[in-house]
């Protein structure tokens, strides 16, 4: 890794503990979030992303938000 500004240096080696200690499932997506500053859960996500790391979204994920949806009426095709 190159490091353009030395002054980045801390914030860089900070996020490079929290991506790993989130790849071995250590750390959430939340509190990425508190210990990077950031406020919402896209920043996050592009975070994570842009560090290539996947969404952490499975199948019961999507199933717990498809009963979710249907329990509230949202998206439901006829």
């Given at each position: 890794m190159?490091?353009?500004d030395p002054a980045q240096l801390p914030r860089q080696a900070v996020e490079a503990l929290v991506l790993e200690?989130?790849?071995q499932r250590k750390l959430?997506?939340?509190e990425i979030g508190r210990l990077l500053g950031?406020?919402?859960r896209y920043q996050i996500e592009r975070f994570l992303?842009?560090?290539?790391?996947e969404l952490a979204y499975s199948r019961d994920d999507l199933e717990y938000e498809r009963q979710v949806h249907r329990e509230l009426g949202i998206g439901h095709r006829r």
């Amino acid at each position: 890794m190159v490091i353009a500004d030395p002054a980045q240096l801390p914030r860089q080696a900070v996020e490079a503990l929290v991506l790993e200690a989130h790849r071995q499932r250590k750390l959430s997506e939340a509190e990425i979030g508190r210990l990077l500053g950031m406020e919402s859960r896209y920043q996050i996500e592009r975070f994570l992303k842009d560090h290539g790391v996947e969404l952490a979204y499975s199948r019961d994920d999507l199933e717990y938000e498809r009963q979710v949806h249907r329990e509230l009426g949202i998206g439901h095709r006829r």
